[in-house]
């Protein structure tokens, strides 16, 4: 099936510790996206990629990091910089000309 | 300084009763817009799309209407039934901009 995958669903770390959050693609998408999710809120852009090796900021980028070094594969690191990091992370891939973002199902970090 | 929870804003309808979700977007050169669903715990899902030289779009039991003088956007679901509860964003992009502008959501909630 194709599809995009995020690893995993929840995840729990102590404060301070970097955590990186998984994103994989199979649908030979060139873009993809992280957003964080916080409750009752809509979706805030941390970072974007359009084609690999190269990403750009999004409105909240600070505190995190990002690699597109393969075409499916997104990862996001979560610094220990950013302030309040507990949050549900969302992935997305879309098309080349395509408006449509495909998600995948997300993961919620909590950091104690 | 920590983001503060807002309240979404919540339709409650009827089950079979038509629901009809509003959403005010902000950016006049935005040339295409996207409505999504997303249920507790889970990505977003597609719904439907429009393009600014469009204004009506229909498809299996949801129509999306644009109105570009006020700038208004409106997902209308016929027949609503429980699996239409959810939260539903509204989100507007512009030429080949790969980001999304988001709403912050409209949570429906249909009772049996």
């Known amino acids: 099936d194709g599809g995009i995958t995020q690893s995993p669903k929840y995840l729990f770390r102590k404060e301070g510790q970097n955590v990186t959050l998984s994103c994989e693609q199979n649908?030979?998408?060139?873009?993809m996206y992280w957003y964080r999710q916080d409750p009752g809120q809509g979706l805030r852009l941390i970072y974007y990629?359009?084609?690999?090796?190269?990403?750009q900021k999004g409105d909240i980028a600070e505190g995190y990091s990002v690699s597109r070094e393969k075409k499916e594969s997104f990862p996001l690191t979560v610094t220990s910089a950013q302030k309040n990091p507990t949050a549900f992370y969302l992935c997305?891939?879309?098309?080349?000309?395509?408006?449509?973002?495909?998600f995948g199902p997300g993961t919620r970090l909590t950091v104690l | 300084g920590e983001s503060v929870g807002l309240h979404l804003p919540t339709l409650s309808v009827q089950e079979g009763d038509n629901s009809i979700i509003n959403c005010a977007y902000s950016?006049?050169?935005?040339?295409?817009f996207i409505w999504y669903k997303q249920e507790s715990g889970k990505g977003p899902q597609f719904i439907i799309d429009?393009?600014?030289n469009m204004d009506k779009r229909q498809g299996q039991r949801v129509t999306v209407l644009l109105n570009k003088t006020v700038k208004h956007l409106s997902l209308q679901i016929a027949a609503t039934q429980p699996g239409d509860s959810a939260v539903y964003f509204c989100?507007?992009?512009?030429?080949?901009?790969?980001?999304?502008?988001w709403g912050l959501g409209t949570s429906l909630a249909v009772n049996p």
């Open positions: 649908l030979n998408h060139d873009a």
């Open positions: 950016n006049s050169a935005s040339d295409y």
């Open positions: 990629s359009q084609i690999v090796n190269d990403f």
């Open positions: 997305a891939s879309s098309h080349g000309g395509g408006v449509e973002q495909f």
């Open positions: 429009i393009r600014s």
């Open positions: 989100a507007e992009g512009a030429g080949n901009n790969r980001k999304l502008i």
